[in-house]
C-alpha cells in the first residue's frame, strides 16, 4: 500500500499557478488608452487638419486640409506593448517628376486628452523608379503636437 502512495506522489507535477494578465490599459492610466477619434489640427500651422477614427487597436488618421492641397497623407498607428506607432503614407514628387508612394514611420510620444505628440520623419526616402535606395540615408524626426478640434468620443466598434 504504501508503495501505491509513494507512486502516486512520484506522478505528481507540482503546478504552477498561471501568470497574472496584465491589467487593461484604460484612460485612467493611459491617455494613449483613450478614444482619439475626431478631428485634430496642427498646433505649430492650424491650417493642417486631421480627421482620425480609433477602434481601441488602431488609429487611423486622414489628413482633411493642409498648405499643398494637391497633396494627401495617412497615417495609421497601432497600439502594443512597444508603444503607439506606425507609419504615414502619401505621394512623393521625384525631380524626374515621377510622383511615388512614401511611407516614413511615426511614433506616439505624448497623449493628453486634448493633444497627441507626434515623432515622425521629416521625409521618405526613395528614388528613381519609385525603388527604395540599397541603403537609404536615415531621415530626420520632427516632433508634431495635434490639438483637439472637437469633443471627441467616436470610437467605432469592429
Do not use: N
Not at 498648405?67 to 504615414?88: I, K, N, P, W, Y
Not at 486628452?113 to 526613395?126: E, M, P, R
Amino acid at each position: 500500500m504504501w508503495r501505491l502512495l509513494l507512486l502516486l506522489c512520484a506522478c505528481v507535477k507540482a503546478v504552477t499557478p498561471p501568470a497574472p494578465e496584465p491589467a487593461p490599459r484604460s484612460a485612467a492610466t493611459d491617455p494613449c488608452a483613450a478614444d482619439l477619434s475626431g478631428d485634430w489640427l496642427l498646433e505649430e500651422e492650424l491650417g493642417w487638419r486631421y480627421s482620425a477614427r480609433d477602434d481601441g487597436g488602431t488609429l487611423d488618421v486622414v489628413v482633411t486640409r493642409f498648405a499643398d492641397a494637391g497633396s494627401s497623407a495617412t497615417m495609421q498607428l497601432t497600439r502594443g506593448d512597444a508603444g503607439f506607432s506606425g507609419v504615414v503614407r502619401g505621394l512623393g514628387g521625384l525631380p524626374s517628376g515621377v510622383t511615388c508612394e512614401l511611407t516614413f514611420p511615426i511614433r506616439v510620444t505624448q497623449c493628453s486628452g486634448a493633444s497627441l505628440t507626434l515623432l515622425a520623419a521629416a521625409d521618405g526616402v526613395i528614388g528613381e523608379g519609385c525603388a527604395t535606395p540599397a541603403r537609404p540615408r536615415k531621415p530626420a524626426m520632427l516632433e508634431h503636437k495635434l490639438t483637439r478640434a472637437d469633443a471627441g468620443g467616436m470610437r467605432f466598434s469592429q
